[in-house]
């Protein structure tokens, strides 16, 4: 797997979702949750904060809850239908208030391979992306791509970090 991607600082500090939250562009924002609902929750509060355009790079390892985050996005972003993860399908789109491309780059060998499938079009376009696996393609993500890293922790809670921005993908 590319690890070309933000590399959190864990154990994360304790910090509950705020709802009111607005803005996650800052660098290495931390969260923990305690179960699928918190999670879940925690995707709404960063899918308010995101704009038509955005894109989201979602890494951890398998059942971290890369896309139970992404069904709390889609829900903040107006998605009533059910979530489900794009593996085999490698993009579903969804409608909201703004389209939503939820995108697993889990079986995608790299930039040419995901430009072949599917390709900049949907990243460039006006609806917000939900790239799980992320870092398979860093190489082809927008400069001001939005990082998600999810780790289990050893009590199984999920250490969250959000970073923004090209330099997060040389964070060690």
Do not use: Q
Request: with cysteine; charged share 20%.
């Amino acid at each position: 797997m590319n690890t070309s991607t933000p590399k959190a600082n864990f154990p994360c500090k304790k910090v509950s979702p705020d709802p009111s939250a607005s803005d996650f562009t800052g660098r290495n924002t931390p969260a923990f949750t305690k179960s699928y609902e918190e999670t879940f929750d925690f995707g709404m509060v960063l899918g308010r904060a995101l704009k038509p355009g955005d894109v989201v790079a979602l890494d951890g390892e398998l059942g971290a809850g890369k896309t139970c985050l992404c069904a709390g996005i889609c829900r903040a972003l107006g998605v009533t239908e059910p979530v489900t993860s794009p593996t085999y399908t490698i993009v579903h789109e969804y409608e909201g208030r703004v389209p939503v491309y939820h995108i697993d780059a889990y079986r995608i060998s790299g930039a040419e391979d995901f430009e072949a499938s599917c390709g900049g079009e949907i990243l460039y376009g006006e609806g917000v992306c939900l790239v799980e696996w992320g870092g398979r393609i860093a190489e082809c993500l927008p400069a001001d791509t939005i990082y998600v890293e999810i780790r289990i922790s050893s009590g199984g809670g999920r250490g969250i970090t959000v970073n923004k921005g090209t330099d997060c993908r040389m964070l060690n």
